[in-house]
Nanobody, 121 residues
């Protein structure tokens, strides 16, 4: 099993910044990607940013130029630096990891419990 623990959410005024962290632990041979999703009330969960190991970094259109995803592979941790926050960025932010538990195992997606980000106008 794999556990993802997120931290760093909170309340911030429009134009402010927050940094989210997500640490993965458990049975991990390799993490093939780590990503952040968010879900606003009444809306579907959407991709915010994704970091693919030895691959591209992808961002949702609404956050390009404002958010930056980064990873510390030694710590199995992913970060999301969020700058120039807007009220539309409000939602629950979820960490996701695509994990290979062993060399011959099967990949699985794991989710964190979510952290609330609220941006006031």
């Amino acid at each position: 099993q794999v556990q993802l623990v997120e931290s760093g959410g909170g309340l911030v005024q429009a134009g402010g910044s927050l940094r989210l962290s997500c640490a993965a632990s458990g049975t991990i041979f390799m993490i093939n990607s780590m990503a952040w999703y968010r879900q606003a009330p009444g809306k579907q969960r959407e991709l915010v940013a994704e970091s693919v190991s030895r691959g591209p970094t992808n961002y949702g259109d609404s956050v390009k130029g404002r958010f930056t995803i980064s990873r510390d592979n030694a710590k199995n941790t992913v970060y999301l630096q969020m700058n120039n926050l807007k009220p539309d960025d409000t939602g629950v932010y979820y960490c996701n990891a695509l994990v290979l538990p062993s060399l011959l195992g099967a990949e699985n997606h794991y989710w964190g419990q979510g952290t609330q980000v609220t941006v006031s106008s």
